[in-house]
């Protein structure tokens, strides 16, 4: 098992990351640049994966995900609400590339029975991939934007986890989440089960009940460690992934 990025000088396993296309400023330059907050990379480098960023360049290809052991898929931009046959709210923001990218990204790691981890706009991209619809404006539903984060931050959500669930056997009963979100699952799709939910009642985890493993929470693990517990368990579903197809 790896935590810390040892396990008997086996190699690490290659963590996918979908990047944003976003105008960024660094040094002299002012660009169009594929980013990701660096805490992605800092949490699959510290449980001992190696993070390796795909930008969104078009239909994901099966030769890429033949190269990965495991995949997060990071937050970000709202999903096409077309995607799952609703008009646009006025407060939607999307982006197509990324939508390209990620749907055809999840469907070959799924079919590759990769394991992945969905973070917030990724476990909607699950939700939406697998049949389910959004909560296209949190706030009109629950009547407040306690979910919504600051600019550039998070609030903290109490979050209970379902007895028995993956995601309650890796991050415990409870837990204080990091949340930035004004849209969450509606309808949950078939493929799914809720296994976290706040106290307005927002699902913020999801997962399946048999096949590789496939978590998805509505906040962001990636800024608290004590939350990293997550990534922990994906490199290791990754690493016995890797020695399996090494086999």
């Known amino acids: 098992m790896r935590a810390d990025g040892s396990n008997d000088g086996a190699p690490r396993p290659l963590i996918g990351l979908p990047t944003y296309l976003e105008l960024a400023r660094f040094g002299s330059w002012h660009i169009d640049s594929a980013v990701l907050p660096h805490s992605y990379i800092q949490m699959v480098a510290e449980a001992g994966g190696i993070p ?7 239909v994901a290809r ?10 997060v898929l990071t937050g970000g931009a709202d999903v096409a609400p077309a995607r799952y046959g609703a008009p646009e709210h006025s407060l939607v923001y999307t982006r197509p590339d990324r939508d390209e990218s990620e749907f055809g990204l999840f469907e070959l790691a799924r079919a590759a029975e990769l394991p992945i981890l969905a973070v917030c706009r990724g476990l909607q991209v699950v939700n939406v991939a697998f049949g389910g619809t959004l909560i296209q404006h949190l706030p009109d539903v629950v009547g407040h934007a306690d979910h919504s984060g600051t600019v550039g931050g998070f609030t ?15 991050a415990g009963p409870a837990v204080k989440a990091n949340c930035h979100h004004h849209q969450a699952i509606d309808v949950l799709a078939s493929a799914l089960v809720a296994t976290a939910h706040a106290a307005d009642g927002t699902i913020e985890a999801a997962e399946t009940t048999d096949g590789p493993f496939l978590v998805g929470v509505q906040w962001h693990p990636e800024v608290d460690a004590v939350d990293r517990r997550l990534i922990s368990a994906l490199v290791v579903a990754a690493e016995d992934y890797r020695r399996e197809r090494t086999s």
């Open 52 to 58: 390796v960023l795909l930008p969104p360049v078009g």
């Open 156 to 170: 903290v959500t109490d979050v209970v986890t379902v007895p028995g669930s993956r995601v309650a056997a890796i």
């Open 62 to 71: 099966p030769e890429l995900v033949a190269r990965l052991d495991g995949l």
